[in-house]
């Protein structure tokens, strides 16, 4: 199975069941022939416009998670992309509507508009008050296409629910829902279609201008990057407020994720275009999020909102709608200073020769990033290469600028320690980190360094919980510690250790079962036949340390 769906007829119940768990609304009958949300506290002789809003599934949470006080008071679902019937949207108007009326917020969709407008005339004739407003946002059709109703919707959805809960006339509520529809733009772009239950995803280039019906966009693009995403679909927005079609800033601000984009890259998305537009010209941000999805579909739509007092109270009041993100006013970032001590400026002793293998460990490690990454792909998340790499990168750095004290060993430990724990990460920083402050302490008490990283190894051991045997790093760091106590720090010491280090990470090959780290979590049949990638850069650092031109003493 590719997603975690039942009987792909069933997709649309089972989805309005689930919500129905712990949203605010009360639904028909799954063996009904209607699918209609209703506010769960609606009380329909309230002296309050009903607002009605539906259209087809698979663009959850649209219509039915917005049902709530202060927001929607009904919402008709159809089938996944298909207009609910005239006879289930007159059974919601229906079943909500009191002395007040009804407002019904309609996309610019054939189907929607037919459906709802039909129903709309219907129920009129049985005495219903009804008003229709239409949502037109999509700004990416030539003029002579008809604008489709996109993310924007929501927004309207928002303000009529906020002005009918004031209890406002209905044509007070029709007039509020009209000028929002009509101040506002939208656009959306993807890299990929969404894909229906039950049937396979059809590969597309990047579009701009898409639809939230898997339509296709009105022309591919190539974004190099989240930036470059936000710009091409900006751009188009702006053009439409500069030629005067929809009023300038400030604006509302909402970034919808059209169903696959993830936490972070809608995050990404948001500060994009927070910079993009400048200082000032959005106020209010909608926390970006799904609102208006269409399935899973990768991709993202911008909205701007011309505001207004009325509108801006009308986004930042409080909902019971599940689905509501929440609305925020827009602030720059702050920097949070904190006080910590100052980094010792002054250095030991220096020695060359000592340098040039410690520039030799770091060139080695840079250059076997790569490596390294393949390797951790196969049971963690492909990074060890890049960490061991960055904490690499900043000793380099330190050793480049004449920071590091190389020929008083004790301190070189700590200083090596202090980069490690500040600028290599990860779990493998801390405990690299760990070996070396321990070791620095073991050479500040006289020990030589073969017993220091003794020492620094079962410190490491401690707090990290891993044992040998354990597929990590220790397997071969441990074995190339104890060729070096064995045979001395000379060269021929030195050859063996690293001698000892590759065939103690060849060894984690054989391993199948990791007692320590990610690959703790990992089947058997997935670490067969592969190196642990830390006992790999174990021995990458003993090879650089055994080539000719000198070693560590």
Known sequence: MDFFFNDPDAVVDDTLAGLARYAPITLTARDSAFRIAVDAHWEPDASRVAVISGGGAGHEPSHAGFVGAGMLTAAVSGDLFTSPSVEAVLAAIRAVTGPAGALLVIKNYTGDRLNFGLAAERARGEGYAVDTVLVADDISLPERVAPRGLAGTVLVHKIAGHVAATGASLADVHEAAQAAAGAMASIGLSLSSATLPGSQRAARSPELGLGIHNEPGVREVAPNDARDAVSLALAPLLAHVAAGDTPDGPWALLVNNMGGCSTQEMSVLLDAVVEQLGAGRAEIVVAPSPLMSSMNMHGFSLTLLALNTARREGLLS????????????????????????????????????IEDRIAAVCQALITDRARLDDLDAASGDGDTGTAFARGAKAIETARSQARLSSGEPARLAGEIGDLLAREMGGSSGVLLSILATAAGNALAEGENLAAALKAGAARMQHHGGASPGDRTLLDALLPAIEALAEHGTGRDGWARAARAAADGAQATADMTHAGAGRAAYVRADALAGQVDPGAAAIACVFGALAEPGGSIN
């Open 318 to 353: 409080d909902v019971a709608a599940a689905g509501w993100p929440g609305a925020y006013v827009l602030r720059e970032s702050e920097t949070l200073e904190l006080d910590h001590p100052a980094p010792e400026t002054d250095v030991g002793v220096r020695s060359p020769a």
